[in-house]
């Protein structure tokens, strides 16, 4: 398991004239510094501060109608430079930046989601199964980004990524992952326990079949399960 560097400094995720820079070791704050033109997206809640030249847009996702009955936001809010806008997601993690290229989506557990360049596409997907219809509540749905450009990501605790090869697997509990590759397929296993005083008990736990990326939060904050 690869543990990911803090994503403090700007370096590793500027773009273009898009700066980046993330502050604070226990509720971290990321500062994103817009040229003129530039612009990226958000959930509005987590807007800490803003320059005044910064100008805020709504943008509308597809399948809007699809987006209410899930619970899910129809409208995130649009950053437009010149100017300096700062984030926080108010609770204790890691902010971590994935570059994105065309034709690679990142799949990623919903609500975890910071920012993103406008060249990104933000969509997202059910799960299927009766057991997540059980058991899954809000776990039931995954983001799912694409395109060319940059995604931020807030992870509980401290975000570990892991390469899984060909047809490698792992068993995670539920609310611990964070993020996978598209060609990391997924699904929810049950184990029962044979002995001791939960004998008769059923526990549900994701696996997880390579080939691919799979990043994990070490404070899984008991999220329920998907698949």
């Known amino acids: 398991m690869m543990p990911l560097p803090p994503a403090s400094g700007a370096a590793p995720a500027n773009l273009g004239s898009i700066q980046v820079k993330t502050t604070g070791e226990l509720v971290p704050v990321t500062e994103v510094t817009l040229g003129a033109g530039d612009s990226i997206y958000f959930e509005h809640h987590i807007l800490l501060w803003m320059d005044p030249t910064v100008q805020l847009t709504a943008k509308v996702l ?29 609770g204790p993690g890691q902010i971590i930046f994935r570059p994105m290229q065309p034709g690679q989506p990142l799949l990623v557990r919903e609500h975890q989601f910071l920012f993103a360049t406008s060249g990104v596409g933000y969509s997202y997907f059910r799960v299927k199964g009766l057991a997540n219809l059980m058991f899954g509540h809000s776990g039931m749905w995954v983001d799912s980004f694409d395109g060319t450009g940059l995604v931020a990501l807030h992870g509980h605790g401290n975000v570990f990524e892991r ?40 526990i549900y736990l994701n696996q997880f079949v390579g080939p691919g990326r799979l990043a994990l939060q070490s404070m899984s904050l008991n999220l329920p399960s998907a698949e």
Request: positive net charge; charged residues 15%.
């Open 62 to 90: 597809k399948g809007a109608a699809r987006r209410i009955m899930a619970g899910l936001p129809v409208i995130v809010t649009e950053a437009h430079g010149p100017g300096r806008i700062a984030f926080s997601r108010d």
């Open 163 to 202: 390469v899984l090869q060909p047809g490698e697997q792992i068993i995670v509990e539920p609310g611990a992952w964070l993020y996978r590759d598209a060609s990391v397929q997924m699904s929810l296993v049950s184990l029962g326990l044979k002995s001791g005083l939960l004998a008769g008990s059923t």
